[in-house]
């Protein structure tokens, strides 16, 4: 995939989440998301966030959360997440067509960010949602390849991934295969996706 249809997906994924999250109850945005701590109003804040954010707020949330990157991003999430679910699906509805960044961010992590954090929320509510396969494979080939924050060479050293609906492989080892949107997850370090692999248990 090349930039352009990098962001046409992530515009669609913004669009369709915004649409999915339009849909639920007052109950259903307290339900527990795969975010360790965040129900679906914090994932959907977090998400809501992404294009807005300059390098002037994010450095002050980093030196709010003492130099913590993963405690500045529950910070932001939890405080924007005081606003009202109206506002927060119609700012994610907003950042469709705005090609920004947040700080620090490639636009592989963006694409990751927005395919997983969708999967975070619709799981846990019993809400399919599939990825696009050519997205999923580009955001599987970079989690891969980083380190942080989610380590999973190391994490699934001596295993090979392999796609069962796609033309993707990595690792050595023990197999575990699968359709690639379980396998991204599994990157991700989410569980929820276990049940849909063969090779691993929980």
Known sequence: MDDTQMWQTIDSERAATADL????????????SLCEGWTVREVAAHLSLAHRISVGTAFKAFVRARGSFNRMIDQTARDEARRPATELVAELR?????????P?????????DTMVHTQDMALPLGIERHMPLDAA???????????????????????????????????????????????????AGRTATIPRLTGITV
């Open 21 to 32: 999250l339009a849909g639920l109850s007052d109950v259903e945005w307290t339900y527990p």
């Open 94 to 102: 907003g950042a469709v067509g705005h090609h920004r960044l947040a």
């Open 137 to 187: 494979v580009v955001a599987a080939d970079d989690v891969w390849r980083i380190g942080f924050p989610f380590h999973a060479r190391r994490r699934l050293a001596g295993h090979r991934l392999v796609a069962t609906d796609a033309d993707w492989a990595v690792g050595e080892g023990a197999e575990i295969s699968g359709p690639i949107e379980a396998l991204l997850m599994l990157l």
């Open 104 to 112: 620090g961010q490639t636009l592989k992590n963006a694409l990751m």
